[in-house]
């Protein structure tokens, strides 16, 4: 795993996959590595896996550089390989994004399509976002949704998703996208009933002090006990 377009690989073919407890945090500043934009990313990909727990981890963004923040399940960076994705369950994670101007971020990025390499086959099934606090910090509207699809991924049959917790002061009530179509999660509801039921949108999580990384809930946070 590793960042959008680099980090340690996976080797193979890996099953059966748990990742817990990990604070994924990015510089706020390019130097005095020389870093890329694309190296300062902050999201763990999941490139190819069968049987994958991605549970009780910190998403820390940096605030001086804009780049993308979140969990990535994005087929297709391998040309002809056409593997099956699935058993994927993330949960308990938070995440908390500061983004100083344009770029983005999300809960879970889920594509069949990544790397333009999308007509070999790749099928990703039965993917679960399960309780996962989402707090996006924004100066510009150029965000993500919490789940963000594109391709060809079956979501109406292989995404459950539900008591997640997106707060967005860029995009209020916004909660997914599909290949560009946007939804607030009253209509994410009503497009596909039953789901995201308990989940919630514009309550600010109160974690306790992000600023430093500590992204537990402060006294009177509406995650306790919701």
Known sequence: FGAHSGGLPWSGFP???????????QRDTLSPLGLTGREMETSLRLDPVYGCTVRNNKFLGGTAIAKYT??????????GLGPIYGDIAIY?????KQNAGTGGTWGAFISTS????????????????WNNCYHFVAASTDARKFINIQGSFDHATQLQSNGNFVYNTAQPGGFATVGGTQ????????????????????QNPQYRNPSIGDLAPAVGSPLIDS
């Open 15 to 25: 099953r059966d996959i748990l990742i817990e407890g990990n604070t994924f945090k």
């Open 70 to 79: 979140g969990i990535e399940i994005a087929a297709g960076n391998v040309a």
């Open 92 to 96: 308990n994670n938070s995440l908390y």
């Open 114 to 129: 990544n790397g333009g390499n999308g007509a070999q086959g790749v099928d990703i099934r039965n993917v679960r976002l």
């Open 183 to 202: 939804y607030t999660l009253d209509g994410w509801r009503i497009a596909f009933p039953g789901r995201d039921s308990g989940s919630f949108v514009d």
